[in-house]
């Protein structure tokens, strides 16, 4: 992928700015489709409610004497009318409450992250707004005003600051939107969205280096020092 990443930059009523670089190590990676795949697939299976119970023939209520007797009748031998061929017996083998989560490293749901955030911006499909700090109140009409003055039409993602909740709201009325902090940020959605619209302050997954390092500690007690 090249070296320089660019997005178009708009404001938050939809006028063009300019251009915004993007970083290489977020939006200019070489997307691994694999491990892609393994963070969706535990997404959605982490979405599973796992209540789906079926009874086995001890948990079917009756069938507790032998239906006629073994010997004599010419007829097939059973010793109850809940075995799994009957009607009304219970399953064999059947689904019964399970947990469908699986464990994903950190590492690698990053990776994911970024991979699928490397497609999309190889396809120009980023789209980054300054802020959304000058929206007083959510209104979904403002929403779709930039949707529109953006050109940007089909599924969209977008991703705002935790102080931005105004422009969530705004959003989060559209069928057609998933809007959420940057906190919430994952592959599916990112794979789901036709377009992702991102404010400024987004572009760098919300912290230089990933959280519980000591590269994030250290910035962090930078900031507090500075302040």
Do not use: C
């Not at 990443?5 to 990676?29: C, E």
């Not at 031998?77 to 464990?103: C, E, M, N």
């Not at 009325?173 to 400024?200: F, P």
């Amino acid at each position: 992928m090249a070296d320089k990443l660019t997005a178009p930059l708009f404001s938050a009523d939809g006028a063009v700015q300019g251009t915004v670089d993007l970083n290489p190590d977020i939006f200019g990676i070489e997307p691994n489709t694999a491990v892609m795949h393994q963070v969706v697939t535990a997404q959605l299976a982490a979405r599973r409610a796992g209540t789906h119970s079926t009874k086995t023939r001890a948990e079917v209520r009756g069938g507790g004497a032998k239906p006629w007797r073994q010997k004599g009748l010419g007829r097939a031998r059973h010793g109850s009318i809940r075995s799994p061929q009957w009607i009304g017996g219970g399953v064999a083998h059947g689904p019964k409450p399970r947990d469908y989560s699986q464990r994903t490293p950190k590492k690698m749901k990053r990776l994911a992250l970024r991979s699928a955030l490397s497609a999309r911006a190889a396809e120009g499909q980023i789209k980054v707004v300054e802020t959304f700090d000058v929206w007083d109140t959510p209104k979904t009409k403002n929403a779709v005003a930039l949707l529109s003055a953006m050109g940007v039409s089909g599924k969209v993602l977008l991703l705002a600051e935790d102080h931005e909740r105004v422009a969530i709201t705004s959003f989060r009325n559209l069928e057609h939107v998933i809007a959420s902090n940057l906190g919430q940020a994952n592959t599916y959605d990112v794979l789901w969205a036709d377009t992702i619209v991102m404010s400024k302050g987004t572009l760098d997954l919300g912290q230089s280096a990933p959280r519980g390092t000591e590269e994030h500690a250290a910035g962090v007690r930078g900031e507090g020092d500075a302040a």
